[in-house]
């Protein structure tokens, strides 16, 4: 069903929204103040412009927000996000989306944000970057399966052997911490959404979700070496590049015992990365010096992260790591055209902040505010992340009155800054993030209810 969607900004991200909701035959209208790019906007797609401010009321009246179903605020600017957002939304019912980029804004809770100014969805694309990288090299052969709720959650993937303290248990007699979940377990292939009863078997894969940190240090709990997670020696990462992407990227691998080297040219950079992030080895230096990088044993090192601001400096020191033998090079980018450079050259990991910024908030957009992951290559079974706001259909509900669907698991809440696995009689709050598990017949039937 066609939508009204008011898109805020005519940058690379506004406008990869606006080319890809038109051709679903949604009607359009983008605001922003450079005419230029507004004129450009309507030569390439169907689209109608408004140049203004976007966070001028009258602009938005002028827009017919009152008649609007969703609100896209991907400016440049946050407090014009913001406040676009909350305007928009004591005029009317609708669905917004924000962009933001200040760190301050993400050191308090998102719930706040969520709840006070109207903020159904809060999209970083530093964030999102640093997710999708810590992912990538989860695919690699180290330790994340998923990471959710802006890295607050995790998934990760256990095979049980015979050391296994919990074998032939049942999962209700297995005491793990609040936090913590078995969500899921693959048995001979087949998907298995487990319930209390069920038992733990030899050579079943478990997969365990809960708070990051708390599945970082599971192994103690579970008393075993875990398969495709702790490794025989520490894995080892250089970073290029101390901005937001580098930090979030060097702070989820020390979790995970990386041996991280972070080069950073700034001195006084530096020197703050080092006091923020004590496990982390940094280097004020230039990452495209040869030499420099042949000392500090950089063809030894399992991966070359490149996430600087310049995309020259990243391209060039990740041609450099290839050419000294690094067999897994990630690269991030801001020009879209270097993508298929850099694959040409061999580099097949490339990340662009803005355009993964466009597939969540497309994700987010198509599954009616669920972002939906795969559980990890089973397709068998779906991972859900639910944002709840004040007019969620089953807010204020307990789990034991919400009757999902069979082979459904509510498996974590994020709620301010904690994590937890809820028990029945918990209820959902406005401001949650709800991670569950389904089969994928369920998701269409949950996706109603949550309308």
């Not at 995970?256 to 990365?273: A, G, H, M, T, Y």
């Not at 694959?343 to 355009?355: A, T, Y």
Request: charged share 25%.
């Amino acid at each position: 069903m066609p939508m009204n969607v008011i898109i805020l900004g005519a940058g690379e991200v506004g406008c990869n929204l606006s080319q890809k909701l038109s051709k679903d035959n949604h009607n359009i209208i983008v605001i922003d103040q450079n005419k230029e790019k507004l004129e450009h906007l309507e030569e390439i797609c169907d689209v109608q412009t408004i140049e203004g401010n976007a966070a001028d009321l009258s602009i938005l009246k002028q827009a017919d927000i009152e008649n609007t179903h969703l609100l896209l605020a991907v400016t440049n600017n946050d407090e014009v996000n913001m406040l676009s957002c909350l305007l928009a939304k004591n005029l009317t019912s609708l669905t917004t989306v924000a962009r933001l980029k200040k760190e301050f804004y993400f050191q308090a809770t998102k719930t706040f944000y969520r709840n006070k100014l109207g903020l159904d969805l809060i999209v970083c694309p530093e964030i999102i970057a640093g997710l999708e990288i810590t992912y990538h090299v989860g695919e690699s052969g180290a330790s994340a399966v998923e990471t959710l709720a802006d890295g607050h959650i995790e998934i990760k993937k256990i095979k049980v052997d015979k050391t296994f303290r919990y074998l032939n248990s049942p999962l209700n007699k297995i005491h793990l911490p609040r936090n913590i979940l078995i969500g899921a377990i693959i048995r001979n292939n087949e998907i298995l959404i487990p319930s209390g009863n069920d038992k733990i078997l030899e050579n079943d894969e478990l997969f365990i979700i809960g708070e990051t940190l708390a599945i970082e240090n599971l192994e103690q709990t579970l008393g075993m070496k875990i398969l495709n997670w702790f490794f025989q020696r520490h894995q080892s990462a250089f970073i290029l590049g101390g901005g937001r992407i580098g930090r979030i990227v060097a702070k989820m691998l020390a979790m995970r015992k990386f041996n991280i080297k972070l080069l950073e040219e700034d001195p006084q950079k530096s020197k703050k990365i080092a006091q923020e992030l004590p496990g982390v080895l940094v280097l004020c230096e230039d990452g495209t010096d040869y030499e420099f990088l042949h000392e500090e044993n950089l063809e030894s090192a399992d991966f070359f992260i490149a996430t600087s601001n310049e995309d020259e400096t990243n391209v060039m020191a990740s041609l450099l790591a290839k050419d000294m033998g690094v067999k897994n090079i990630i690269t991030v980018v801001h020009r879209p055209g270097y993508k298929n450079v850099l694959e040409r050259l061999g580099i097949s990991n490339v990340i662009n902040p803005r355009l993964n910024t466009t597939r969540v908030i497309l994700e987010f957009i198509k599954n009616r505010n669920i972002l939906v992951h795969p559980l990890q290559d089973y397709n068998k079974a779906q991972v859900l992340e639910i944002y709840t706001d004040d007019h969620f259909p089953l807010k204020g509900k307990t789990l034991k009155e919400i009757q999902f669907p069979d082979g459904t698991l509510v498996c974590a809440i994020l709620r301010g800054e904690s994590v937890f696995v809820p028990k029945g009689e918990d209820a959902l709050e406005a401001g949650d993030v709800v991670i569950l598990i389904t089969l994928p017949q369920n998701i269409e039937a949950i996706r109603k209810m949550l309308c």
